[in-house]
C-alpha cells in the first residue's frame, strides 16, 4: 500500500510569512498532484508535477516534486488569507493508472 | 475540464436507513471515483464505477455497505446502506478532470450525519 505522509498536519501562520509545506513517501509515483479543499467544496486541483526535480510555480506558490520522484513539497510565499484551507497531495502510481493515493492532509491557516 | 454536480450537498439519516448520492457529469467519461472524507481527514477511496461492468471497491469497502450505480458515461450513485454514526462522513465524486494535467474534478461533496 502507498502512503503519502504530509507534514505538518497543521499550520497556523500570520499573514505575509513564507511556509513550507512536505509531502513524502517510501514509494514511487508517475506524477504527484497537489489540491486545496476549502469547506463546503471538494478538493481543487492546484498542480501536476511529473518529472523528478520538476519545479512549478503558481503565483506565489512554488511545486518541486523530488528527483527520485518520492517526495513533493509546496511552498507559499506571503501568505494571504485567501490561502487558507487544506492542502492535500497525490499520487498517481503508474501513467495509465488513474487511482489516486491521497496524502494525510495538511490544514493551513493564515492570520489576518 | 468537467464539471460535476453532486447532490444532495447534506443530509441528517437516522441509523439504519439508506442513503443514495447522485452525482452528473456535462460529459462523458469512462470512470467515476467514489471517496469518503472522514471529520477532519484525507480522502480514502471507496470504489471505481465503469459503466457497464461492476463497481471496483477498495480493501474495507463492500458492495452491500455502498452499491454503486453507473447507468451511463455521464451518471452515478453511491448508496450508503444500513447507515451507523460511523458512516458520518462527506461523500466525494471524481472523474478525470484533464487529461493533459491527470488532474481530478470533484464534486462539492456530501455531507453525512447518521443519528
Known amino acids: 500500500t502507498q502512503l503519502l505522509e504530509q507534514s505538518p498536519q497543521f499550520l497556523s501562520i500570520q499573514e505575509g510569512e513564507n511556509l513550507t509545506v512536505y509531502c513524502n513517501s517510501s514509494?514511487?509515483?508517475?506524477?504527484l498532484q497537489w489540491y486545496r479543499q476549502e469547506p463546503g467544496e471538494g478538493p481543487v486541483l492546484l498542480v501536476t508535477?511529473?518529472?523528478?526535480?520538476e519545479v512549478k510555480k503558481l503565483k506565489r506558490l512554488t511545486f518541486q516534486f523530488g528527483d527520485a520522484r518520492k517526495d513533493s513539497s509546496l511552498h507559499i510565499t506571503a501568505a494571504q488569507p485567501g490561502d487558507t484551507g487544506l492542502y492535500l497531495c497525490?499520487?498517481?502510481?503508474?501513467?495509465?493508472?488513474?487511482?489516486?493515493?491521497f496524502g494525510t492532509g495538511t490544514r493551513l491557516t493564515i492570520i489576518p | 475540464s468537467a464539471v460535476i454536480s453532486q447532490k444532495p450537498s447534506r443530509d441528517i439519516c437516522q441509523r439504519g436507513t439508506s442513503l443514495t448520492i447522485q452525482c452528473q457529469v456535462d460529459?462523458?467519461?469512462?470512470?467515476m471515483f467514489w471517496y469518503r472524507q472522514q471529520p477532519g481527514q484525507s480522502l480514502t477511496l471507496i470504489a471505481t464505477?465503469?459503466?457497464?461492468?461492476?463497481?471496483?471497491?477498495e480493501s474495507g469497502f463492500v458492495i452491500d455497505k455502498f452499491p454503486i450505480s453507473r447507468p451511463n458515461l455521464t451518471f452515478s450513485t453511491l448508496t450508503v446502506s444500513n447507515m451507523s454514526p460511523e458512516d458520518s462522513s462527506i461523500y466525494l465524486c471524481?472523474?478525470?478532470?484533464?487529461?493533459?494535467?491527470?488532474?481530478?474534478?470533484f464534486g462539492s461533496g456530501t455531507r453525512l450525519t447518521v443519528v
Open positions: 497525490a499520487g498517481a502510481p503508474d501513467f495509465g493508472n488513474e487511482k489516486l493515493t
Open positions: 471524481s472523474v478525470v478532470g484533464d487529461r493533459n494535467n491527470y488532474g481530478y474534478t
Open positions: 464505477a465503469n459503466q457497464g461492468s461492476e463497481a471496483t471497491y
Open positions: 514509494s514511487v509515483f508517475s506524477s
Open positions: 508535477v511529473v518529472t523528478g526535480g
Open positions: 460529459s462523458q467519461v469512462t470512470m
